[in-house]
């Protein structure tokens, strides 16, 4: 809590104490004045009222005006009846006073109004000594509340008094006897106080700063050089390339490994601005302009060791925190080059292998295929029932060997960059119409509807037709694959300015989100799937997609289904 907020809270306390003691009072006495005004508008007026009706019976014999004075008293005091038995009283003297109208001169009868009349006085003035004592009851508690508030307010006045310059003052005397520390050398001496408020957020900077000049007078320099020079050596025996560099792109130092390859020499590059060195020197330039625009793309090609070697790229910021200080502050960054020549050269193998072995299989394959189509023609012979559910079987296995292999032929063609593309102009209606066409069988055995509407002419797109056909197909036979029977797959294209998107959507299973930013890679599969595939088709087809310059991207929710956006560019005529 910040001091201006505790001084608000506490001045504003002390005037809520003012404010409290100020109603109390002035309630107080309000319940005096109004204990008053009983006893002045009610008892006091019924005395009023008997007196002067006690003048009229003085009087030896009561006229007619006497008697009519009389009995308007006696209305009134019927009208101002508050205590109890005083009705009562009042009925008898009423009842008596009709008697003696009708014989003016009987004693008896003002005799009886006397008595009345001394009864009704005796009430009022007992009523008036009561509430006498009440009101005496209330002026005595209000005393003793408003001496309790006010002592109440004092103590807290006082504790304020007392305390308040004290809680500004000692923590500023203590401030500056540890700045008199500080300045003596004494770099150990701290300051706590609790709290959050601004003397705590003073007392944590000075900590601060007290603990760096202690670090500073605690350094040792012939310690530092000696760490510096165990890392510079332990940099040096890496076998990979490492170059680090500061906040500034200066180079900090550089192993034998990295000036090998770069075929510079360590007194021309430490100290030396990179951009410097980049100016004559290819492998920095094309490292800073990786850094510079944030190129993923981390594989580099060398011609190091008399041949051409493969690297990928690390880029490893330094941070650190500073003493006292709750952000991380960067102060360079090393870069390390990892030789992968190895792997390239195993994978490079790898799929020559599975291009050959591929392409070996693919004729046989046909071949089978072209028997099984003579073994279901009747002119080669009958089959009965059990023989063509195994020529089925064969044939759907040979179906899904031939696609695979037709996969694999073309991620090999892909990785080792001979696959061959013949992008044109070409109109995407017929393409998406080929590959409904392709599934449409497919797409009857689940009773699933292919809904695309054309009615709107699209401009052309550049795309290899027969590669843009494949990947709607794929996509088509994967909806299919993964939606439930008896739904519908919708097939829709629209324009942009510069593009033409075709989007595949479907009512299937759909994909959880953490899975999607692996669906294209390759020979992936999402987990607990039962479907048949290799997991080579998504894969394909981003790479067909990028190198006719268009992209994909999917969007999936579970059990939501899923929608393939494919974008190509519009040939613009």
């Known amino acids: 809590m910040k001091i201006k907020t505790k001084l608000t809270i506490a001045i504003g306390i002390l005037f809520f104490f003012i404010a409290l003691l100020s109603a109390l009072a002035i309630r107080q006495v309000h319940l005096l004045s109004d204990d008053t005004k009983n006893i002045l508008q009610a008892n006091y007026i019924s005395l009023d009222y008997t007196r002067n009706m006690h003048k009229l019976l003085d009087d030896a014999v009561m006229n007619a005006e006497d008697i009519a004075e009389f009995e308007k008293l006696l209305e ?7 205590e109890i038995g005083e009705q009562e009283l009042t009925q008898n003297l009423t009842g008596h006073f009709n008697k003696l109208k009708q014989q003016p001169g009987n004693a008896q009868f003002i005799s009886n109004i006397r008595k009345d009349l001394n009864d009704i006085m005796k009430l009022n003035m007992d009523a008036i000594l009561r509430k006498s004592n009440t009101a005496g009851n209330t002026a005595d508690n209000s005393i003793l509340w408003i001496s309790v508030t006010s002592a109440f307010c004092f103590i807290m006045g006082f504790t304020l008094l007392v305390n308040l310059p004290g809680y500004i003052a000692n923590p500023i005397k203590n401030l500056t006897e540890s700045i008199k520390q500080i300045a003596a050398k004494n770099y150990s001496q701290r300051l706590y106080f609790k709290g959050h408020d601004e003397f705590a957020s003073l007392a944590r900077s000075f900590n601060t700063m007290a603990e760096k000049l202690q670090e500073y007078s605690d350094s040792n320099l012939a310690r530092l050089m000696m760490e510096k020079k165990r890392i510079e050596t332990l940099i040096n025996n890496l076998l990979d390339p490492v170059i680090g560099l500061d906040e500034h792109n200066k180079i900090l130092f550089i ?15 430490i100290g030396m601005q990179a951009e ?20 993923k793309d981390t594989s580099l090609k060398i ?43 195993l994978d490079f193998a790898k799929t020559n292998f599975i291009a050959t072995v591929s392409h070996e299989f693919k004729t046989p394959i046909a071949s089978m295929k072209m028997s099984l189509q ?21 044939k759907e296995d040979t179906d899904r060997l031939l696609r695979t292999t037709g996969e694999l032929l073309n991620i090999s063609q892909v990785e080792t960059g001979n696959a061959k593309l013949k992008i044109e102009p070409c109109n995407i209606g ?52 993964y939606s439930y029977d008896n739904t519908a797959i919708d097939v829709t294209t629209s324009a942009t300015d510069n593009t033409i998107k075709i989007s595949v959507k479907d009512n299937g299973i759909g994909i959880d989100p953490k899975y999607l930013p692996r669906i294209f890679d390759k020979y992936f599969r999402v987990p607990g799937t039962e479907k048949e595939g290799t997991g080579l088709g998504l894969a394909i087809s981003k790479e067909f ?21 494919i974008s190509l560019p519009q040939a613009h005529t």
């Open 430 to 481: 017929p393409v998406i119409a080929e590959a409904i066409e392709i599934n449409h069988k497919l797409a009857e055995q689940k009773a699933i509807q292919l809904l695309y509407k054309n009615n709107i002419e699209m401009p052309l797109v550049l795309a290899d037709k027969e590669k843009a056909t494949w990947i709607v197909s794929n996509l088509i036979s994967n909806a299919i694959r």
């Open 545 to 565: 997609i990028e190198a006719m310059g268009g992209t994909i991207e999917v969007k999936s929710e579970l059990g939501e289904g899923s929608e393939f956006i």
């Open 76 to 82: 009134k005091q019927n009208a101002n009846i508050t």
């Open 255 to 269: 192993n034998e490994q990295a000036l090998k390859i770069s075929g510079l020499k360590k007194e021309d590059t």
């Open 303 to 345: 011609y190091a060791d008399n041949k051409e070697s493969h690297f990928e790229k690390q880029l490893v910021p330094i941070s650190i925190t500073p003493t006292g200080e709750e952000m991380k502050k960067q102060i360079g960054a090393f870069i390390i080059l990892r030789n992968v020549t190895a792997y390239k050269e």
């Open 276 to 295: 410097q060195v980049a100016v004559t020197n290819d492998l920095i330039r094309s490292l800073l302009q990786k850094m510079t625009l944030d190129d």
């Open 374 to 394: 003579l073994l279901g023609n009747k002119q080669t012979g009958s089959l009965n029932e059990e023989q063509q559910n195994l020529v089925e079987s064969i």
